[in-house]
């Protein structure tokens, strides 16, 4: 492969491919399933779409985050469905709701987590 453009994961291919860096710690929070969380405050999303090109770029929220926001916004009796929307609608995503497929498909070194998955844009 040859780079035709400085610092671009490219293929040839028509489907969307990528490659993801971010801090071990980040991986970790994010990795958990839905199920193992203990209160929806907890639950880790992270922004697929806006995430920078960095592991300290990367975007993540917790449901923590989001509920301050629903609540300043004047919701009340947030429920799990009521979350996910709003962070849907703010292009957050879950590990299970974005990657889950990619069957434990990632490599650790030190401090930082690479994955990878392909899909269709």
Known sequence: MFSIREGMFETNSSSTHVLVMMRTSDFKA???????????????????????????????????????EMKAEGHNDISKDDLFEWAHDHDYFTYDETVADMEDDYVTEGDITAFSYSGWD
Do not use: H, M, P, R
């Open 30 to 68: 994010w990795y958990k399933s839905e199920d193992e969380f203990d209160s929806l405050e907890e639950i880790v999303f992270w922004n697929k779409y806006e995430s920078g090109q960095s592991s300290d770029s990367q975007k993540f929220k917790t449901g923590k985050e989001f509920i301050e």
